[in-house]
């Protein structure tokens, strides 16, 4: 009898943690995991090339897109226009950029048609004015089905306000910069301090 209520405690209490082991993966997460991959690669190879009009397919009409300038874009043409003014029309700012993301684990899927992923990215860019740096960027993004096809509903990157590239230019700018004024202080203080001495002996 005290056998019978220990097992039956036992069970009661395992239960809990047995419900919460994953089950082994399915045929179709399997697919839609490849299915996902192939859609990365194909996204960074045109955005390597600079060829927006290749990422379009893979993009959903209501995309929204989040920039590490805070800037949003929300549509195709939105996201065009952007990324036409930063890499293309006259007086664009980048010359080229290498992106490498990768994420962090597999892509969480929902109801076999809403993914979510993260991950970090290496990203190399050349500015029109000749400047190069990486920037190590964190991102995120959405991923639903549409029409039996993958497609990105939303993604946004963000670099580390307090360690970048930008920031530690500005700094040293800031520096050079504070430097030189200080230089310069000295010198026209010497100069004013000679002639004032001058005065005062003549």
Known sequence: MKHGRLFSVLFFLCLPV??????????????????LREMRDAMVNALNKGDIE????????????????????????ALRAYFNRMLKDPGHIVESLHVNPTVDHLTDVYGGATGVAYGSSVDHYKLTGGQEFEVNARWSATMVKDNGNWQIASFQSAANIFDNPLLNKAKSTLYWGAGGAGLIGLVLGLLIGRRWGKSVVV
């Open 18 to 35: 047995c419900a919460q082991v994953p089950q082994a993966a399915t045929t179709d997460d399997e697919a839609s995991h490849q299915a």
């Open 54 to 77: 290749a990422l379009i397919p893979h993009l959903n009409k209501n995309i929204v897109f989040t920039a590490m300038n805070g800037e949003v874009c929300r549509g195709h043409d």
